[in-house]
Protein backbone atom coordinates (compact mmCIF):
# COMPACT_ATOMS: atom_id res chain seq x y z
CA UNK A 1 0.00 0.00 0.00
CA UNK A 2 2.55 2.06 0.50
CA UNK A 3 4.55 1.45 -2.77
CA UNK A 4 0.71 2.82 -4.21
CA UNK A 5 0.61 6.04 -2.29
CA UNK A 6 3.81 6.98 -2.94
CA UNK A 7 3.11 6.00 -6.38
CA UNK A 8 -0.11 8.25 -6.53
CA UNK A 9 1.20 11.45 -5.03
CA UNK A 10 4.25 10.94 -6.91
CA UNK A 11 2.39 11.27 -10.12
CA UNK A 12 0.53 14.12 -8.87
CA UNK A 13 3.02 15.98 -7.57
CA UNK A 14 4.44 15.60 -11.76
CA UNK A 15 0.98 16.74 -12.42
CA UNK A 16 1.62 20.06 -10.76
CA UNK A 17 4.95 21.28 -12.34
CA UNK A 18 4.50 23.70 -14.79
CA UNK A 19 12.18 23.15 -31.40
CA UNK A 20 10.49 21.91 -33.28
CA UNK A 21 10.44 17.81 -34.73
CA UNK A 22 7.28 15.90 -36.52
CA UNK A 23 4.04 17.07 -37.20
CA UNK A 24 1.50 16.02 -35.04
CA UNK A 25 0.49 13.40 -37.34
CA UNK A 26 4.04 11.74 -37.62
CA UNK A 27 4.08 8.47 -35.69
CA UNK A 28 6.13 8.63 -32.62
CA UNK A 29 10.17 8.51 -33.60
CA UNK A 30 11.70 9.29 -29.97
CA UNK A 31 12.32 5.59 -28.23
CA UNK A 32 16.09 5.09 -28.12
CA UNK A 33 16.91 2.19 -30.46
CA UNK A 34 12.75 1.71 -30.99
CA UNK A 35 13.24 -2.22 -30.01
CA UNK A 36 10.53 -4.55 -31.39
CA UNK A 37 7.34 -4.86 -29.62
CA UNK A 38 7.06 -7.34 -26.78
CA UNK A 39 6.09 -11.03 -27.31
CA UNK A 40 2.17 -11.12 -26.80
CA UNK A 41 0.34 -13.74 -24.35
CA UNK A 42 -2.73 -14.40 -25.33
CA UNK A 43 -5.34 -15.09 -22.29
CA UNK A 44 -8.94 -15.71 -22.61
CA UNK A 45 -10.99 -12.30 -22.54
CA UNK A 46 -14.15 -13.97 -20.36
CA UNK A 47 -14.96 -15.08 -17.95
CA UNK A 48 -15.60 -11.75 -16.49
CA UNK A 49 -16.92 -10.73 -12.50
CA UNK A 50 -18.26 -7.70 -11.43
CA UNK A 51 -14.66 -7.03 -9.99
CA UNK A 52 -13.51 -6.42 -13.64
CA UNK A 53 -12.68 -3.58 -15.25
CA UNK A 54 -13.32 -3.45 -18.89
CA UNK A 55 -11.91 0.34 -19.99
CA UNK A 56 -12.26 1.75 -23.36
CA UNK A 57 -9.08 4.42 -24.22
CA UNK A 58 -9.92 7.15 -26.54
CA UNK A 59 -8.34 10.03 -28.03
CA UNK A 60 -5.09 11.49 -29.60
CA UNK A 61 -0.88 10.49 -28.95
CA UNK A 62 -1.16 10.56 -25.29
CA UNK A 63 -3.85 7.91 -25.04
CA UNK A 64 -2.52 5.95 -27.92
CA UNK A 65 1.20 4.83 -26.47
CA UNK A 66 3.54 7.91 -27.84
CA UNK A 67 4.94 7.88 -23.97
CA UNK A 68 8.65 7.29 -24.42
CA UNK A 69 8.95 4.10 -21.97
CA UNK A 70 6.91 1.38 -22.66
CA UNK A 71 5.82 -1.12 -19.39
CA UNK A 72 4.56 -4.97 -18.76
CA UNK A 73 1.63 -4.88 -16.28
CA UNK A 74 2.29 -7.01 -13.01
CA UNK A 75 -0.85 -7.60 -12.08
CA UNK A 76 -4.36 -8.89 -13.80
CA UNK A 77 -4.15 -6.80 -16.85
CA UNK A 78 -5.70 -7.31 -19.94
CA UNK A 79 -5.38 -5.51 -23.39
CA UNK A 80 -8.54 -6.19 -25.76
CA UNK A 81 -7.13 -6.13 -29.14
CA UNK A 82 -10.01 -4.34 -31.85
CA UNK A 83 -8.37 -5.87 -34.67
CA UNK A 84 -8.47 -9.81 -33.75
CA UNK A 85 -11.23 -9.38 -31.36
CA UNK A 86 -8.52 -11.40 -28.38
CA UNK A 87 -7.36 -10.77 -24.93
CA UNK A 88 -3.49 -10.24 -24.40
CA UNK A 89 -1.20 -9.70 -21.06
CA UNK A 90 -1.07 -5.82 -21.11
CA UNK A 91 2.10 -4.67 -22.93
CA UNK A 92 3.83 -1.70 -24.29
CA UNK A 93 2.74 -0.56 -26.77
CA UNK A 94 -0.94 -1.83 -26.24
CA UNK A 95 -2.33 -3.62 -28.99
CA UNK A 96 -5.41 -1.10 -30.90
CA UNK A 97 -3.24 2.15 -30.73
CA UNK A 98 -1.29 3.23 -33.26
CA UNK A 99 2.22 4.63 -31.50
CA UNK A 100 5.21 2.36 -30.17
CA UNK A 101 5.78 3.49 -27.21
CA UNK A 102 4.49 4.00 -23.71
CA UNK A 103 0.91 4.01 -22.41
CA UNK A 104 -0.42 5.56 -19.07
CA UNK A 105 -3.37 2.55 -19.20
CA UNK A 106 -0.94 -0.36 -18.60
CA UNK A 107 0.38 1.84 -15.57
CA UNK A 108 -3.02 2.63 -14.46
CA UNK A 109 -4.52 -0.98 -14.77
CA UNK A 110 -1.92 -2.09 -12.01
CA UNK A 111 -2.57 1.15 -9.97
CA UNK A 112 -6.66 -0.11 -10.09
CA UNK A 113 -5.46 -3.76 -9.04
CA UNK A 114 -3.06 -2.63 -6.24
CA UNK A 115 -5.46 -0.27 -4.49
CA UNK A 116 -7.97 -3.53 -4.65
CA UNK A 117 -10.62 -1.50 -6.60
CA UNK A 118 -10.80 -4.07 -9.41
CA UNK A 119 -9.31 -7.79 -9.33
CA UNK A 120 -9.04 -7.63 -13.14
CA UNK A 121 -9.13 -5.07 -15.79
CA UNK A 122 -9.31 -5.03 -19.22
CA UNK A 123 -7.74 -2.21 -21.57
CA UNK A 124 -9.43 -1.50 -25.14
CA UNK A 125 -7.34 1.20 -27.28
CA UNK A 126 -8.70 3.10 -29.70
CA UNK A 127 -6.72 6.14 -29.88
CA UNK A 128 -4.74 7.40 -32.65
CA UNK A 129 -2.13 9.79 -33.00
CA UNK A 130 -2.55 13.33 -34.07
CA UNK A 131 -6.35 12.97 -34.30
CA UNK A 132 -8.98 15.65 -34.31
CA UNK A 133 -12.41 15.24 -33.09
CA UNK A 134 -13.24 15.99 -36.72
CA UNK A 135 -11.00 13.32 -37.72
CA UNK A 136 -12.65 10.63 -35.25
CA UNK A 137 -16.66 11.33 -36.01
CA UNK A 138 -15.42 11.58 -39.68
CA UNK A 139 -12.51 8.82 -41.69
CA UNK A 140 -11.45 7.47 -38.64
CA UNK A 141 -14.80 6.94 -36.74
CA UNK A 142 -14.76 3.28 -37.64
CA UNK A 143 -12.06 2.98 -34.68
CA UNK A 144 -15.22 3.32 -32.73
CA UNK A 145 -17.58 1.27 -34.41
CA UNK A 146 -15.00 -1.02 -35.65
CA UNK A 147 -14.33 -1.23 -31.86
CA UNK A 148 -17.88 -1.55 -30.67
CA UNK A 149 -18.62 -4.52 -33.06
CA UNK A 150 -15.36 -6.70 -31.87
CA UNK A 151 -16.39 -5.56 -28.16
CA UNK A 152 -20.17 -7.15 -28.67
CA UNK A 153 -18.60 -10.18 -30.60
CA UNK A 154 -16.38 -11.59 -27.52
CA UNK A 155 -19.38 -10.59 -25.10
CA UNK A 156 -17.40 -7.73 -23.51
CA UNK A 157 -19.58 -4.11 -22.29
CA UNK A 158 -17.46 -1.02 -21.53
CA UNK A 159 -17.74 -0.48 -17.56
CA UNK A 160 -15.30 3.40 -18.18
CA UNK A 161 -14.47 5.06 -21.05
CA UNK A 162 -12.21 7.49 -21.39
CA UNK A 163 -10.81 10.38 -23.81
CA UNK A 164 -8.13 12.43 -23.80
CA UNK A 165 -7.60 14.46 -26.79
CA UNK A 166 -7.53 18.02 -27.35
CA UNK A 167 -3.68 19.20 -28.75
CA UNK A 168 -4.89 18.89 -32.35
CA UNK A 169 -7.75 21.00 -32.32
CA UNK A 170 -6.27 23.40 -30.13
CA UNK A 171 -4.04 24.41 -33.23
CA UNK A 172 -6.74 24.58 -35.34
CA UNK A 173 -9.97 26.84 -35.43
CA UNK A 174 -12.49 24.52 -33.40
CA UNK A 175 -14.37 26.44 -31.34
CA UNK A 176 -15.73 25.35 -27.97
CA UNK A 177 -19.39 24.96 -29.82
CA UNK A 178 -18.18 22.63 -32.33
CA UNK A 179 -15.63 20.29 -29.88
CA UNK A 180 -18.72 20.01 -27.85
CA UNK A 181 -20.93 19.27 -30.23
CA UNK A 182 -18.14 16.74 -31.73
CA UNK A 183 -17.95 15.17 -28.47
CA UNK A 184 -21.44 14.35 -27.86
CA UNK A 185 -21.15 12.74 -31.67
CA UNK A 186 -18.69 10.84 -30.83
CA UNK A 187 -20.57 9.84 -27.35
CA UNK A 188 -23.45 8.93 -29.01
CA UNK A 189 -22.25 6.49 -31.52
CA UNK A 190 -21.41 4.20 -27.75
CA UNK A 191 -24.84 5.11 -26.15
CA UNK A 192 -26.43 4.00 -29.85
CA UNK A 193 -25.05 0.55 -28.86
CA UNK A 194 -26.07 0.52 -25.61
CA UNK A 195 -22.84 1.11 -24.15
CA UNK A 196 -23.86 3.02 -21.47
CA UNK A 197 -20.67 2.79 -19.12
CA UNK A 198 -19.41 7.03 -17.95
CA UNK A 199 -17.37 8.72 -20.64
CA UNK A 200 -14.96 10.34 -18.51
CA UNK A 201 -13.68 13.90 -20.82
CA UNK A 202 -10.16 15.38 -19.63
CA UNK A 203 -8.96 18.46 -19.81
CA UNK A 204 -5.68 18.04 -22.70
CA UNK A 205 -5.02 20.99 -25.03
CA UNK A 206 -1.05 21.18 -24.43
CA UNK A 207 1.32 20.25 -27.17
CA UNK A 208 4.58 22.79 -27.50
CA UNK A 209 6.40 21.29 -30.67
CA UNK A 210 3.59 22.29 -33.20
CA UNK A 211 3.61 25.98 -32.54
CA UNK A 212 1.58 28.85 -30.73
CA UNK A 213 -1.25 26.67 -29.48
CA UNK A 214 -4.03 29.68 -30.37
CA UNK A 215 -6.82 27.72 -30.00
CA UNK A 216 -6.34 26.20 -26.62
CA UNK A 217 -8.84 28.40 -24.45
CA UNK A 218 -11.32 27.22 -26.97
CA UNK A 219 -10.61 23.55 -26.39
CA UNK A 220 -10.92 23.58 -23.31
CA UNK A 221 -13.61 25.60 -22.77
CA UNK A 222 -15.24 22.75 -24.70
CA UNK A 223 -14.36 20.68 -22.97
CA UNK A 224 -15.41 21.39 -20.03
CA UNK A 225 -18.98 22.69 -21.87
CA UNK A 226 -19.34 18.84 -23.15
CA UNK A 227 -20.14 17.57 -19.61
CA UNK A 228 -22.97 16.30 -19.76
CA UNK A 229 -25.37 14.52 -17.31
CA UNK A 230 -28.09 12.72 -19.65
CA UNK A 231 -25.29 11.20 -21.85
CA UNK A 232 -22.82 10.21 -18.84
CA UNK A 233 -20.08 12.42 -19.92
CA UNK A 234 -18.33 13.10 -16.73
CA UNK A 235 -15.32 15.48 -16.22
CA UNK A 236 -12.03 13.78 -16.17
CA UNK A 237 -8.57 14.95 -14.93
CA UNK A 238 -6.58 18.24 -16.69
CA UNK A 239 -3.53 16.60 -17.90
CA UNK A 240 -2.21 19.82 -18.99
CA UNK A 241 -0.75 20.44 -15.65
CA UNK A 242 1.38 18.13 -16.77
CA UNK A 243 4.69 20.52 -17.43
CA UNK A 244 7.65 19.84 -19.29
CA UNK A 245 9.41 18.03 -16.51
CA UNK A 246 6.96 15.16 -17.51
CA UNK A 247 6.93 15.61 -21.09
CA UNK A 248 9.30 14.31 -24.16
CA UNK A 249 11.81 17.33 -25.59
CA UNK A 250 8.63 18.12 -27.86
CA UNK A 251 6.80 19.33 -25.09
CA UNK A 252 3.90 16.89 -26.11
CA UNK A 253 3.99 13.52 -25.25
CA UNK A 254 4.87 11.96 -22.15
CA UNK A 255 8.33 10.61 -21.01
CA UNK A 256 8.45 8.11 -18.00
CA UNK A 257 7.20 10.70 -14.92
CA UNK A 258 4.74 12.41 -17.36
CA UNK A 259 3.50 9.04 -17.85
CA UNK A 260 3.46 8.25 -14.63
CA UNK A 261 1.88 11.25 -13.42
CA UNK A 262 -1.28 10.75 -15.92
CA UNK A 263 -1.78 6.99 -14.71
CA UNK A 264 -2.17 8.53 -11.50
CA UNK A 265 -4.34 11.58 -12.17
CA UNK A 266 -6.89 8.99 -14.22
CA UNK A 267 -6.67 6.81 -11.63
CA UNK A 268 -8.32 9.81 -8.91
CA UNK A 269 -11.32 9.60 -11.34
CA UNK A 270 -12.21 5.97 -12.12
CA UNK A 271 -14.77 4.39 -9.78
Known amino acids: MFRLVAFLIGGLLIGTIAGKLLPLEARQTDLAGVPPPPARVERPCGPVSGRTAIIVVHGQSNAANYGSTRHAAREAVDNF ?106 VKRFRAAGFDAPFYLSRSAKCDYVGPNNNTAAVRAGQHSAVDEALNIRPGPDTDTIGNEGRSPDGCHMNEAGTLANAALWAAFIR
Open 81 to 186: DPASGKCFAAADPLLGADGIGGSFATRLGDILIQAGRYDRVIFVPLARGGASLAFLNDEGAGLTTNGIAKLKEAGLTPTHILFQQGETDAVSTTTAEEYASLLHQL
